[in-house]
T-cell receptor, first 110, second 118 residues
Framework: GQSLEQPSEVTAVEGAIVQINCTYQ??????LSWYQQHDGGAPTFLSY????GLEETGRFSSFLSRSDSYGYLLLQELQMKDSASYFC???????????FGKGTMLLVSP | SQTIHQWPATLVQPVGSPLSLECTVE??????LYWYRQAAGRGLQLLFY??????ISSEVPQNLSASRPQDRQFILSSKKLLLSDSGFYLC?????????????????FGAGSRLTVL
Protein backbone atom coordinates (compact mmCIF):
# COMPACT_ATOMS: atom_id res chain seq x y z
CA GLY A 1 0.00 0.00 0.00
CA GLN A 2 0.90 3.64 0.13
CA SER A 3 1.47 6.01 3.05
CA LEU A 4 2.41 9.67 3.22
CA GLU A 5 3.66 11.95 5.97
CA GLN A 6 3.39 15.70 6.07
CA PRO A 7 3.39 18.22 8.92
CA SER A 8 0.01 18.86 10.48
CA GLU A 9 0.37 22.63 10.66
CA VAL A 10 2.61 25.39 9.36
CA THR A 11 2.39 29.11 10.13
CA ALA A 12 3.84 32.02 8.20
CA VAL A 13 3.31 35.72 7.60
CA GLU A 14 2.13 37.52 4.50
CA GLY A 15 4.81 37.96 1.86
CA ALA A 16 6.94 35.14 3.23
CA ILE A 17 7.94 31.84 1.62
CA VAL A 18 6.84 28.53 3.10
CA GLN A 19 7.77 24.96 2.27
CA ILE A 20 5.49 22.01 3.03
CA ASN A 21 7.30 18.68 3.01
CA CYS A 22 5.92 15.28 2.14
CA THR A 23 7.55 11.88 2.42
CA TYR A 24 5.93 8.82 1.03
CA GLN A 25 6.14 5.07 0.91
CA UNK A 26 4.71 3.30 -2.09
CA UNK A 27 5.08 0.16 -4.11
CA UNK A 28 5.35 1.50 -7.63
CA UNK A 29 5.38 5.22 -8.34
CA UNK A 30 3.43 7.12 -10.94
CA UNK A 31 3.44 10.65 -9.57
CA LEU A 32 3.18 12.98 -6.57
CA SER A 33 0.46 15.61 -6.59
CA TRP A 34 -0.54 18.55 -4.44
CA TYR A 35 -4.02 19.79 -3.64
CA GLN A 36 -5.35 22.83 -1.82
CA GLN A 37 -8.51 22.79 0.26
CA HIS A 38 -10.06 25.85 1.85
CA ASP A 39 -12.18 25.34 4.93
CA GLY A 40 -15.56 23.91 3.95
CA GLY A 41 -14.61 23.55 0.30
CA ALA A 42 -13.47 20.80 -1.99
CA PRO A 43 -9.82 20.08 -2.79
CA THR A 44 -8.42 21.64 -5.95
CA PHE A 45 -5.41 20.45 -7.92
CA LEU A 46 -2.26 22.55 -7.64
CA SER A 47 0.70 20.69 -9.08
CA TYR A 48 2.07 17.33 -10.13
CA UNK A 49 5.53 15.76 -10.41
CA UNK A 50 6.30 12.50 -12.17
CA UNK A 51 10.03 13.14 -12.60
CA UNK A 52 12.69 14.55 -10.28
CA GLY A 53 13.02 18.28 -10.12
CA LEU A 54 11.03 21.43 -9.73
CA GLU A 55 7.73 22.31 -11.38
CA GLU A 56 6.73 25.96 -11.19
CA THR A 57 3.22 27.30 -11.50
CA GLY A 58 3.05 30.97 -10.65
CA ARG A 59 3.67 31.52 -6.94
CA PHE A 60 3.56 27.76 -6.30
CA SER A 61 6.32 25.27 -7.05
CA SER A 62 6.55 21.56 -6.35
CA PHE A 63 9.68 19.48 -6.06
CA LEU A 64 10.24 15.74 -6.24
CA SER A 65 13.15 13.45 -5.39
CA ARG A 66 12.19 9.88 -6.21
CA SER A 67 15.38 8.45 -4.72
CA ASP A 68 14.48 10.04 -1.37
CA SER A 69 10.73 9.38 -1.67
CA TYR A 70 10.33 13.05 -0.86
CA GLY A 71 8.65 16.08 -2.24
CA TYR A 72 7.70 19.56 -1.19
CA LEU A 73 5.35 22.34 -2.10
CA LEU A 74 6.83 25.83 -2.07
CA LEU A 75 4.55 28.81 -1.75
CA GLN A 76 6.04 32.24 -2.39
CA GLU A 77 4.76 35.75 -1.70
CA LEU A 78 2.22 34.35 0.71
CA GLN A 79 -1.20 35.95 0.77
CA MET A 80 -3.95 35.66 3.35
CA LYS A 81 -6.01 33.67 0.85
CA ASP A 82 -3.33 30.97 0.90
CA SER A 83 -4.53 29.95 4.37
CA ALA A 84 -5.86 26.47 3.67
CA SER A 85 -5.02 22.81 4.01
CA TYR A 86 -2.54 21.33 1.58
CA PHE A 87 -2.47 17.64 0.72
CA CYS A 88 0.17 15.62 -1.01
CA UNK A 89 -1.05 12.54 -2.85
CA UNK A 90 0.79 9.66 -4.48
CA UNK A 91 -0.21 7.41 -7.35
CA UNK A 92 1.44 4.10 -6.74
CA UNK A 93 0.72 0.51 -7.52
CA UNK A 94 -2.97 1.31 -7.34
CA UNK A 95 -2.53 2.71 -10.81
CA UNK A 96 -5.88 4.41 -11.10
CA UNK A 97 -6.05 5.84 -7.61
CA UNK A 98 -4.46 8.51 -5.47
CA UNK A 99 -3.60 8.04 -1.81
CA PHE A 100 -3.69 11.30 0.12
CA GLY A 101 -1.69 12.46 3.10
CA LYS A 102 -3.50 13.78 6.15
CA GLY A 103 -2.94 17.36 5.11
CA THR A 104 -1.00 20.38 6.35
CA MET A 105 -2.95 23.35 7.61
CA LEU A 106 -1.23 26.58 6.56
CA LEU A 107 -2.07 29.66 8.59
CA VAL A 108 -0.98 32.96 7.07
CA SER A 109 -1.00 35.94 9.40
CA PRO A 110 -0.75 39.66 8.56
CA SER B 1 -15.20 22.28 -20.61
CA GLN B 2 -15.69 19.58 -18.04
CA THR B 3 -17.91 20.04 -15.01
CA ILE B 4 -18.82 17.80 -12.11
CA HIS B 5 -22.04 18.00 -10.18
CA GLN B 6 -22.68 16.39 -6.82
CA TRP B 7 -25.83 16.41 -4.73
CA PRO B 8 -27.27 16.87 -2.23
CA ALA B 9 -24.88 19.39 -0.70
CA THR B 10 -26.01 18.82 2.86
CA LEU B 11 -28.11 16.21 4.54
CA VAL B 12 -29.00 15.12 8.04
CA GLN B 13 -30.12 11.53 8.37
CA PRO B 14 -31.14 9.34 11.30
CA VAL B 15 -29.21 6.19 12.13
CA GLY B 16 -30.55 3.25 10.17
CA SER B 17 -31.92 5.29 7.29
CA PRO B 18 -30.83 4.81 3.67
CA LEU B 19 -28.48 7.07 1.74
CA SER B 20 -28.07 8.03 -1.88
CA LEU B 21 -25.51 10.54 -3.11
CA GLU B 22 -25.26 11.22 -6.81
CA CYS B 23 -22.50 12.57 -8.97
CA THR B 24 -22.46 13.36 -12.68
CA VAL B 25 -19.69 14.57 -14.96
CA GLU B 26 -20.19 16.57 -18.14
CA UNK B 27 -17.88 17.32 -21.02
CA UNK B 28 -15.82 14.15 -21.03
CA UNK B 29 -16.25 10.48 -21.77
CA UNK B 30 -15.02 7.33 -20.02
CA UNK B 31 -13.71 9.16 -16.96
CA UNK B 32 -12.34 7.44 -13.90
CA LEU B 33 -14.75 8.20 -11.06
CA TYR B 34 -14.05 8.23 -7.33
CA TRP B 35 -15.81 8.57 -3.99
CA TYR B 36 -13.73 9.88 -1.11
CA ARG B 37 -14.76 10.57 2.47
CA GLN B 38 -13.22 13.16 4.73
CA ALA B 39 -13.84 13.13 8.48
CA ALA B 40 -13.63 16.47 10.27
CA GLY B 41 -10.08 17.78 10.20
CA ARG B 42 -8.76 14.66 8.55
CA GLY B 43 -7.39 13.46 5.25
CA LEU B 44 -9.24 11.98 2.31
CA GLN B 45 -10.09 8.30 2.43
CA LEU B 46 -10.79 6.57 -0.86
CA LEU B 47 -14.02 4.58 -0.66
CA PHE B 48 -14.72 3.45 -4.23
CA TYR B 49 -13.44 3.99 -7.71
CA UNK B 50 -14.65 3.04 -11.14
CA UNK B 51 -12.86 2.82 -14.48
CA UNK B 52 -16.01 2.03 -16.47
CA UNK B 53 -19.73 1.33 -16.44
CA UNK B 54 -20.57 -1.35 -13.92
CA UNK B 55 -16.93 -1.62 -12.78
CA ILE B 56 -16.60 -0.76 -9.10
CA SER B 57 -13.59 -1.28 -6.86
CA SER B 58 -13.99 -0.98 -3.11
CA GLU B 59 -11.09 0.22 -1.02
CA VAL B 60 -12.65 0.01 2.42
CA PRO B 61 -15.16 -2.67 3.46
CA GLN B 62 -18.15 -1.07 5.14
CA ASN B 63 -21.87 -0.64 4.84
CA LEU B 64 -21.58 1.64 1.81
CA SER B 65 -21.87 0.64 -1.82
CA ALA B 66 -21.35 2.39 -5.14
CA SER B 67 -22.78 1.98 -8.61
CA ARG B 68 -22.05 3.39 -12.03
CA PRO B 69 -25.18 2.90 -14.12
CA GLN B 70 -24.01 5.27 -16.87
CA ASP B 71 -20.62 6.39 -18.16
CA ARG B 72 -20.70 9.73 -16.34
CA GLN B 73 -22.86 8.89 -13.33
CA PHE B 74 -21.60 7.61 -10.00
CA ILE B 75 -23.84 6.86 -7.04
CA LEU B 76 -22.94 6.20 -3.41
CA SER B 77 -25.51 4.34 -1.36
CA SER B 78 -26.20 2.80 1.98
CA LYS B 79 -29.12 0.70 3.15
CA LYS B 80 -28.66 1.58 6.82
CA LEU B 81 -26.53 4.49 7.98
CA LEU B 82 -24.30 4.32 11.04
CA LEU B 83 -23.17 7.20 13.22
CA SER B 84 -19.65 6.63 11.93
CA ASP B 85 -20.82 7.37 8.36
CA SER B 86 -20.96 11.09 9.15
CA GLY B 87 -18.49 13.09 7.13
CA PHE B 88 -17.79 15.07 3.99
CA TYR B 89 -18.25 12.95 0.88
CA LEU B 90 -16.46 13.98 -2.26
CA CYS B 91 -16.93 12.71 -5.77
CA UNK B 92 -14.09 13.21 -8.22
CA UNK B 93 -13.14 12.35 -11.76
CA UNK B 94 -9.93 12.00 -13.72
CA UNK B 95 -8.99 10.98 -17.19
CA UNK B 96 -8.46 7.25 -17.55
CA UNK B 97 -4.92 5.99 -17.35
CA UNK B 98 -4.97 5.21 -21.03
CA UNK B 99 -4.80 8.96 -21.61
CA UNK B 100 -1.60 10.96 -21.07
CA UNK B 101 0.05 9.51 -17.97
CA UNK B 102 -0.37 12.64 -15.89
CA UNK B 103 -4.13 12.54 -16.28
CA UNK B 104 -4.86 10.12 -13.47
CA UNK B 105 -2.93 12.31 -11.04
CA UNK B 106 -5.26 15.22 -11.61
CA UNK B 107 -8.53 14.78 -9.79
CA UNK B 108 -11.34 17.27 -10.19
CA PHE B 109 -13.65 17.20 -7.20
CA GLY B 110 -17.30 18.00 -6.86
CA ALA B 111 -18.40 20.51 -4.24
CA GLY B 112 -19.02 17.74 -1.72
CA SER B 113 -21.91 16.39 0.32
CA ARG B 114 -21.84 16.97 4.04
CA LEU B 115 -23.61 14.12 5.83
CA THR B 116 -24.57 14.17 9.48
CA VAL B 117 -25.98 10.99 10.93
CA LEU B 118 -27.87 11.45 14.20
Amino acid sequence: GQSLEQPSEVTAVEGAIVQINCTYQTSGFYGLSWYQQHDGGAPTFLSYNALDGLEETGRFSSFLSRSDSYGYLLLQELQMKDSASYFCAVRGSGYSTLTFGKGTMLLVSP
Amino acid sequence: SQTIHQWPATLVQPVGSPLSLECTVEGTSNPNLYWYRQAAGRGLQLLFYSVGIGQISSEVPQNLSASRPQDRQFILSSKKLLLSDSGFYLCAWSTSYGSPAAGANVLTFGAGSRLTVL
